[in-house]
């Protein structure tokens, strides 16, 4: 997924290019590009990376930055205005694709900058975690921003209606997975889509898509309150498929988040007596799971080809009780082939 920034920036005094940040070197503001992709992007733009050593060590990376557009205010105000209104989120989309142009806003409200996320719809992903599929039971998917945890809901939502013949429904917030406009992008499949109209109210959008609309699986992404959570957990407690994103890198992450732990079923404090605390070797007061969790299957994606996946129960237990699960290392080798590696000792950290 490629990141296009528009943000009128000063003008310093040595400009520089760090990342994916690029500081022009005139005052205008300027549009700064990155894309993994060697194909040249629609708007003509070529970047190239040429690595060579130097005497000191150094790698030197080179990009074609005096390509890059000039774009001014008043153009971010037409481009503004052709995307059409932005949500209670400062997202918006371009009908029929899978695009999202996020808003950056001054103190006043005023659009100072946009941010465009490119969608792509790509196969292959679901293969590492179809397997699971067939299970029929739900999944939390973990990671940072832009690892490709919506890419992969797309997918799967795609897999399961049209080759497992399920009956998908996917709430989808900000459009993202689904893309903008009334009808969906083709990349879902035959999977259903319900439009939530503002971010509050997705909990609420989700419990209508399984009494409404009788759905085997539920896909949402971005699960980050505790409404959402609740809800996650009434939809799972129905008998309803729930495969969903949130956001961190492992699994403590979430056990220590007391807005999104009962994802993961949740900790309390035990206190035990003295035969019991001795028997165990332990504190009087413990940390224990204090419900089954919403999620049995939950995936920290690392990377896009390195995923860790735990039985969430086990980990959950283990890692309360300071010790480290086992779980499963899947990702793809040289040849791109998917590999699996079972009864790995975790590496994450503890609780």
Sequence with gaps: ?????????PCPPNPHFSGFDFTPSSCRPRLALFSPSPRRSPLQIRRFSSPEATDDGFVVVEDDLHTLLEISLEELEEAQKSLGEFGGDNRAGIEGTLHRISAIRSRKGLVVGLT??????VSGHVDMVRDLLEYRESILFLGRPGVGKTTVMREIARVLADELHKRVVIVDTSNEIGGDGDIP??????????????????HRVMIEAVENHMPEVVIVDEIGT??????????????????????GDRLANIIKNPTLSDLVGGVETVTLGDDEA???????????????PTFPFLIEMRERNYWVTHRTERSVDMLLI????????????????VVVERWKTYDGDGI
Excluded: Y
């Design 1 to 9: 997924m490629g990141v296009l920034s528009v943000h009128p920036r």
């Design 116 to 121: 465009c996320r490119v969608g792509r719809a």
């Design 185 to 202: 992008h083709a990349a879902i499949g035959g999977a259903r889509r319900m439009q939530v109209p503002e971010p509050s109210m997705q």
């Design 226 to 247: 505790e409404a959402e959570a609740l809800a996650c957990r009434s939809i799972a407690e129905r008998g309803v498929m729930l495969i969903g994103t949130a956001h």
């Design 278 to 292: 001795r028997a165990r070797r332990s504190q009087k007061s413990i940390l224990e799971r204090k419900a089954p």
């Design 322 to 337: 300071g010790k480290k699960p086992l779980v499963e290392i899947r990702k793809r080798d040289d040849q791109f082939k």
